[in-house]
């Protein structure tokens, strides 16, 4: 059986920080899985970088596991940290700003 999560290690207890490495000027991402369902990306941003406003097909879960960033859904910004989550609604623009190195998991479920 192929695994379901896949470019981490299984089985051991580890550190998702660890796992993805902050670049210059870049936002870098780790796929952890892509169903049609559901996915799981790790994702750095050096300071300054972003994404810009966009709805996604689904409901998304931004778990911050290092930094400060701003969040803006449909046009109300949100201050986040490490340890914090938000919820980015299904068909609602979102944008997101790292005032600081950042990462975290984004978790998206959507209907198939």
């Known amino acids: 059986m192929e695994d ?3 470019n981490i290690p299984h089985g051991r207890v580890l550190s998702l920080t660890e796992e ?4 210059t000027g870049k936002v870098v991402c780790k796929s952890l899985t892509r169903r049609p369902d ?3 990306t790790l994702l750095a941003f ?13 409901d998304a879960m931004a778990h911050v596991l ?3 960033a701003e969040v803006t859904i449909d046009g109300t910004v949100h ?5 914090h989550a938000i ?3 299904a068909g609602v623009p979102c944008a997101l700003h790292a005032i600081t190195p950042f990462k975290m998991l984004l978790t998206v479920i959507k209907e198939v």
């Open 4 to 6: 379901l999560i896949q």
């Open 20 to 23: 993805v490495e902050y670049e």
């Open 38 to 40: 559901a996915s799981l």
């Open 46 to 58: 050096d300071a300054g970088e972003g994404l810009s406003a966009r709805a996604a097909p689904g």
């Open 66 to 68: 290092d930094g400060e």
């Open 79 to 83: 201050w986040v940290t490490a340890g």
């Open 87 to 89: 919820v980015l609604p």
